[in-house]
């Protein structure tokens, strides 16, 4: 039992990271209609600046991190500007394309100045501490404990926020938000930011429990998709649930069957979930559609 409990555990912690490279995915999807796949190379560019920042500086990593979501928001805008904007209007399958050479770009520019090797994190070794029996690594503690209060935060602002408001109006009919006197390019360049941010601290977050290297989002990109679907697009909390279930689930997947069955399994309870509800677990089925 304390296995299982234990499992359940790593899983929560790994369904947080998760969850917070989705959300980002669930919001720029909501809003401009497509997967934007160079979305998990936005977490790796985050590690390797967080990771230049703190080398060779004398600022607390903290700091450095902080650079690191910076210069992510800063990229995702300017892949916005450069290359979405003026495919906007064109087919998902166009903006698909296009973000795949992005994601491409993006991961070939880190391998040519970082290499490929293996880097980590100059972090200290904190001991795990035992609750009830359970090991808890300071590392996931802190992860779950920021992906809790940033899902807070952000469920907030999108509920009771203007910018809420004005998200939503945007992302069901743009043209009418216009009409209406939303400033609907101010608010797509927003959604990017704040995507692009979410990115970032799942990519930092994920650098800090393993290893960087040029695949480090990419092996992210399945899970939270599954992640956005799951929980319902759009939908903050299902996001949450969703990748906090994909992860619990491909923990004891990997526990309990095989490691390499883990994608299985979370797809299997998926399919599951997606033929009783068809627009996730807390999606609305017009939004879905």
Same mark, same amino acid.
């Given at each position: 039992m304390q296995l299982f409990i234990q499992t359940v555990w790593d899983g929560i912690s790994t369904g947080a990271i998760i969850a917070l490279v989705a959300?980002?995915?669930s919001l720029v999807f909501r809003i401009s209609r497509f997967i934007n796949v160079a979305h998990v190379d936005f977490a790796?560019?985050?590690?390797?600046?967080?990771?230049?920042?703190?080398?060779?500086?004398?600022?607390?990593?903290?700091?450095?991190?902080?650079?690191?979501?910076?210069?992510v928001m800063a990229l995702g805008l300017l892949a916005y500007l450069l290359v979405y904007r003026r495919l906007a209007g064109e087919r998902s399958i166009s903006l698909i394309i296009a973000s795949i050479g992005v994601a491409f770009f993006l991961r070939y520019l880190v391998t040519f100045i970082?290499?490929?090797?293996?880097?980590?994190?100059?972090?200290?070794?904190?001991?795990?501490?035992?609750?009830?029996?359970?090991?808890?690594?300071?590392?996931?503690?802190?992860?779950?404990?920021?992906?809790?209060?940033?899902?807070?935060?952000?469920?907030l602002v999108l509920r009771f926020g203007a910018f809420g408001r004005s998200l939503r109006a945007v992302a069901d009919n743009p043209e009418l938000a216009r009409v209406s006197g939303v400033a609907v390019d101010r608010v797509v360049k927003q959604m990017w930011l704040i995507g692009s941010a979410f990115a970032a601290v799942g990519g930092i977050a994920l650098a800090a429990k393993t290893v960087i290297t040029p695949y480090l989002?990419?092996?992210? *990109?399945?899970?939270?998709?599954?992640?956005?679907?799951?929980?319902?697009?759009?939908?903050?909390?299902?996001?949450?649930?969703? !990748?906090?279930?994909?992860?619990?689930?491909?923990? *004891? !997947?990997?526990?309990y069957w095989l490691p390499t069955y883990r994608?299985?399994?979370?797809?299997?309870?998926?399919?599951?979930?997606?033929?009783?509800r068809p627009q996730g677990l807390l999606g609305k089925r017009e939004v879905a559609r």
């Open positions: 959300v980002g995915l790796t560019v985050a590690a390797y600046v967080t990771l230049l920042v703190a080398g060779s500086t004398a600022v607390a990593f903290p700091v450095a991190a902080l650079v690191g979501i910076g210069a970082w290499g490929s090797n293996q880097l980590a994190f100059d972090l200290p070794v904190l001991r795990s501490i035992r609750v009830a029996g359970i090991r808890m690594a300071p590392f996931d503690i802190a992860i779950i404990a920021t992906t809790l209060v940033v899902f807070a935060g952000l469920a989002g990419w092996h992210l *990109l399945v899970p939270a998709f599954a992640a956005m679907i799951l929980g319902g697009i759009g939908s903050v909390g299902g996001t949450l649930l969703g !990748a906090l279930v994909i992860g619990v689930v491909g923990e *004891l !997947a990997a526990m994608l299985a399994a979370t797809f299997g309870v998926l399919v599951l979930v997606l033929m009783i």
